[in-house]
């Protein structure tokens, strides 16, 4: 969606509605709390989704819901800053992007209904009580289940199969945790060492990496997490400067240089995140909605990538893939 349709659907509504029609209904009020910046295509790809989805359900921006947003920037303290400023705005449900905006805005305030579109093991995270019964004021969508942890060090192997050490980014936290267990365990079949790299921030993430491809036959995964994708640009610089292939959980990565990337259509997630906004705002309960996991995962691979680190794709893995970048 380009930028002039995203503007049109966030006002048009509004403008092809004659003032009486606007006098006489109710504006609803949602906020949506992004931990990304606002000129950011893939956040602006994913709230665009999230108003599509609102606009299928009936809703107009304009008309008959206002929606407040607020980007934080990958800035922890603004973060909460912006979650207690937009529960101040008296909204009545409030959407959450990636990062630590579920638990930025749980700290904010325990009874306003939120729905999480990408949430990473909410249990774990104490989000929810659980996944069928949420519990208190927060329910939504998780981006991906544990056991696809293990997909992405399988598609870098057989990809890049000489890789015999592979540096995993990856946050601290239930998670991180979550998703190296898993890692790990499929490592020990694969043949492949494994080190853990933080990813808390730029200096951090430059130095680790710099340092782990000293020796040959290195290659990376980047986990899911929020901090991977304030330094999106970074890290694909990086693997493609040290020539480290390097597999991904979010196909944007794959379209900003790096090599190959399988998770989620985070898009998707937004949408069907509207869907319960939608519900909640006609009257029904975040604890009666149960957390639902994704329908649908792409498998992204980038040819031009591939040949600067010297790699054949199997035609196999082509086959599979959903999107080519050449």
């Not at 980047?222 to 901090?227: M, R, T, W």
Request: overall charge positive.
């Amino acid at each position: 969606m380009t930028r002039r349709q995203f503007i049109a659907l966030l006002g048009g509504a509004a403008i092809a509605t004659p003032c009486v029609a606007l006098a006489q209904e109710r504006i609803r009020r949602v906020g949506v709390l992004m931990h990304t910046a606002a000129g950011e295509p893939e956040a602006q790809a994913r709230l665009a989704a999230f108003l599509q989805g609102l606009q299928e359900a009936g809703w107009a921006v304009g008309r008959n819901v206002r929606i407040d947003t607020r980007w934080s920037v990958g800035d922890n303290a603004r973060l909460s800053r912006d979650a207690v400023e937009l529960v101040a705005l008296g909204p009545e449900v409030i959407l959450a992007g990636v990062g630590g905006t579920v638990g930025a805005l749980q700290r904010a305030s325990g009874t306003v209904p939120i729905v999480f579109a990408q949430a990473v093991d909410p249990v774990g995270n104490s989000f929810v009580e659980s996944l069928a019964r949420p519990g208190g004021n927060t329910t939504g969508f998780i981006q991906f289940e544990y056991v696809l942890s293990g997909k992405w060090l399988e598609l870098l192997k057989e990809i890049a199969p000489r890789v015999t050490r592979v540096g995993v980014l990856r946050e601290p936290g239930p998670a991180g945790i979550g998703q190296w267990a898993i890692i790990q365990s499929v490592a020990q079949t694969l043949g492949v060492e494994l080190k853990p790299i933080g990813v808390a921030n730029a200096g951090e993430i430059e130095r680790a990496i710099s340092a782990f491809s000293a020796a040959p036959n290195g290659g990376l995964v980047v986990a899911v997490s929020g901090a991977s994708l304030i330094h999106r640009e970074l890290i694909v610089g990086l693997a493609a400067r040290h020539q480290l292939p390097t597999s991904y959980a979010y196909r944007n990565f794959v379209a900003s240089g790096g090599l190959v990337a399988y998770g989620a259509d985070i898009a998707t997630q937004y949408r069907r995140a509207a869907g319960y906004v939608d519900r909640i705002l006609k009257g029904e309960k975040p604890s009666d909605l149960p957390v639902q996991t994704p329908t649908k995962y792409d498998l992204a691979i980038n040819l031009k990538a591939a040949k600067a680190l010297g790699l054949n794709v199997p035609p196999a893995l082509l086959a599979r893939a959903d999107e080519v970048i050449e």
